[in-house]
């Protein structure tokens, strides 16, 4: 089996986003889409993922799953207090392993299920492994695993399993994260909690400075994959007690310890896009401290890079090309930065987010 490629996120951007391909997303096809049947007619999150460049419905059942290899569609339905009217959020998720072809459709059919919808959603693009607050907002907790639609990793009978290990690890307050990881002993950190997966028997590993919280998530994970297979069983060890000497870590590779990863904190920058003169260009307005919501024209785009987030204004009386192309300025600017995945959301005038208001 090939190794999958991982792509290289600094040399991608969305050019084909706003192009005549893009712009012939209309409504009527929009319609003509039978993924979108029933979407965002009642509050709550759907999914959808991108199979062979074709949209399919992501199982109930799985919700909080993704695999690296894949692109999916996200829209989360939702009533601000006091109002029936609904409001929509729709983001598209790129597995680290995902083709171009595959994320290149979850962004076209993300904007053709926007138009779909009347532009109401506020768009977002996430890249695995850097998703936004938001985003994870959406599950009780998310589980990233290898493999894709055409790896055959989706459904494998527990015989026939290959070892595999997960890193249970708490982020933020009370967000747990469950990713799928490399089969190395160097892997295992007593700050966080692990489960190893041999098909027949599930083994949760214990930190030694892991919270609460990461054990008894492992544990709800270790209770649903015991739950989908017959006469499996589980058991937990505790780092230390003496875990390096359990038969099952023989399984891990000893191949050196693994190097945590630093996170880079993105430059705080504001730029105006315009084609005012027919072409279009993007000037740097502001930096820092300097950045502030007073300088945003009405008849304007802008790129604001938080640090964290990056976001595309649009103006009301922008032009129809630069209303359009929002995404692609952000994700072709980001794409050049040394935060390449920071996640991306585009927003109106008038017609913004929570997480734009505050990053002021």
Same mark, same amino acid.
């Given at each position: 089996?090939?190794?999958?490629?991982?792509?290289?996120?600094?040399?991608?951007?969305?050019?084909?986003?706003?192009?005549?391909?893009?712009?012939?997303?209309?409504?009527?096809?929009?319609?003509?889409?039978?993924?979108?049947?029933?979407?965002?007619?009642?509050?709550?999150?759907?999914?959808?993922? *991108?199979?062979?460049?074709?949209?399919?419905?992501?199982?109930?059942?799985?919700?909080?799953?993704?695999?690296?290899?894949?692109?999916?569609?996200?829209?989360?339905?939702?009533?601000?207090?006091?109002?029936?009217?609904?409001?929509?959020?729709?983001? =598209?998720? *790129?597995?680290?392993?995902?083709?171009?072809?595959?994320?290149?459709?979850?962004?076209?059919?993300?904007?053709?299920?926007?138009?779909?919808?009347?532009?109401?959603?506020?768009?977002?693009?996430?890249?695995?492994?850097?998703?936004?607050?938001? =985003?994870?907002?959406?599950?009780?907790?998310?589980?990233?695993?290898?493999?894709?639609?055409?790896?055959?990793?989706?459904?494998?009978?527990?015989?026939?399993?290959?070892? $595999?290990?997960?890193?249970?690890?708490?982020?933020?307050?009370?967000?747990?994260?469950?990713?799928?990881?490399?089969?190395?002993?160097?892997?295992? $950190?007593?700050?966080?909690?692990?489960?190893?997966?041999?098909?027949?028997? *599930?083994?949760?590993?214990?930190?030694?400075?892991?919270?609460?919280?990461?054990?008894?998530?492992?544990?709800?994970? @270790?209770?649903?994959?015991?739950?989908?297979?017959?006469?499996?069983?589980?058991?937990? *060890?505790?780092?230390?007690?003496?875990?390096?000497?359990?038969?099952?870590?023989?399984?891990?590779?000893?191949?050196?310890?693994?190097?945590?990863?630093?996170?880079?904190?993105?430059?705080?920058?504001?730029?105006?896009?315009?084609?005012?003169?027919?072409?279009?260009?993007?000037?740097?307005?502001?930096?820092?401290?300097?950045?502030?919501?007073?300088?945003?024209?009405?008849?304007?785009?802008?790129?604001?890079?938080?640090?964290?987030?990056?976001?595309?204004? @649009?103006?009301?009386?922008?032009?129809?090309?630069? $209303?359009?192309?929002?995404?692609?300025?952000?994700?072709?600017?980001?794409?050049?930065?040394?935060?390449?995945?920071?996640?991306?959301?585009?927003?109106?005038?008038? $017609?913004?987010?929570?997480?734009?208001?505050?990053?002021?």
């Amino acid at each position: 089996m090939l190794k999958a490629k991982r792509y290289d996120w600094k040399e991608t951007n969305m050019a084909l986003f706003g192009s005549d391909t893009e712009k012939m997303v209309k409504k009527e096809s929009a319609e003509s889409e039978p993924a979108w049947k029933g979407a965002g007619v009642e509050v709550g999150t759907q999914i959808w993922r *991108i199979e062979k460049k074709k949209v399919t419905h992501w199982p109930k059942e799985q919700t909080g799953e993704f695999f690296s290899g894949d692109s999916y569609i996200v829209l989360n339905t939702f009533k601000e207090e006091e109002s029936d009217e609904l409001n929509y959020d729709v983001h =598209f998720w *790129i597995g680290k392993y995902s083709t171009q072809d595959e994320y290149g459709t979850a962004a076209y059919k993300t904007v053709e299920l926007d138009t779909f919808l009347d532009d109401k959603p506020i768009q977002h693009r996430e890249v695995q492994g850097h998703e936004s607050a938001k =985003f994870k907002s959406y599950f009780e907790s998310l589980k990233l695993l290898k493999g894709g639609c055409d790896t055959g990793f989706n459904r494998v009978l527990p015989e026939a399993y290959k070892p $595999r290990l997960f890193r249970v690890k708490k982020e933020g307050r009370n967000k747990i994260i469950c990713t799928e990881i490399s089969m190395k002993k160097g892997n295992l $950190r007593k700050e966080d909690v692990f489960i190893i997966d041999v098909g027949k028997h *599930i083994y949760q590993w214990n930190g030694s400075e892991c919270t609460g919280d990461e054990k008894f998530k492992a544990a709800q994970e @270790v209770d649903k994959m015991e739950s989908k297979r017959s006469n499996s069983k589980s058991d937990t *060890i505790e780092d230390g007690r003496p875990s390096e000497n359990h038969p099952v870590i023989d399984l891990l590779f000893s191949d050196g310890e693994s190097k945590k990863e630093e996170k880079v904190q993105g430059e705080r920058k504001m730029f105006e896009v315009t084609d005012e003169d027919g072409s279009i260009s993007m000037d740097l307005v502001a930096e820092g401290s300097a950045i502030s919501k007073d300088l945003l024209k009405t008849e304007n785009v802008y790129i604001i890079n938080t640090g964290d987030a990056v976001f595309c204004w @649009v103006g009301i009386q922008a032009s129809i090309d630069e $209303r359009k192309n929002g995404m692609s300025y952000a994700c072709n600017y980001i794409s050049g930065t040394k935060t390449p995945l920071l996640p991306v959301t585009v927003v109106s005038e008038g $017609r913004t987010c929570k997480e734009f208001d505050e990053a002021f």
